[in-house]
Nanobody
């Protein structure tokens, strides 16, 4: 089981940037996928991006392509999400997750962080 802890989110003006991190511990496998999901108020949890723990292949939701970058530091066992050109519609709770397959379906991820709030104001 992988234990995940996100960094504190924040409040940022539209057009600004924020980097989230997710510290991982516990057992991981080279083919595991790590992902970020977001959940806005009254909405379902949505896929943001995922990356393979070993190999680094990435995939993004269309809404964040070109603005967000997912990365991982294997030496530090940390997952990152660099968010640029943030917009009010990006406001949500962001969760990091780990699982055996790289999928956009949150049901495919078995370990979750506690979530961190990101608020973007105009």
């Amino acid at each position: 089981q992988v234990h995940l802890v996100e960094s504190v989110g924040g409040l940022v003006q539209a057009g600004g940037s924020l980097r989230l991190s997710c510290a991982t511990s516990g057992r991981t496998f080279s083919r595991d996928a790590l992902g970020w999901f977001s959940q806005a108020l009254w909405k379902e949890r949505e896929f943001v991006a995922h990356i393979l723990w070993n190999g680094g292949a990435t995939h993004y939701a269309d809404s964040v392509k070109g603005r967000f970058t997912i990365s991982r530091d294997n030496a530090e066992n940390t997952l990152y999400l660099q968010m640029n050109s943030l917009q009010p519609e990006d406001t949500a709770i962001y969760y990091c997750a780990a699982g055996p397959i790289a999928t956009t379906n949150p049901l495919g991820f078995v370990s979750w962080g506690q979530g961190t709030a990101v608020t973007v104001f105009s």
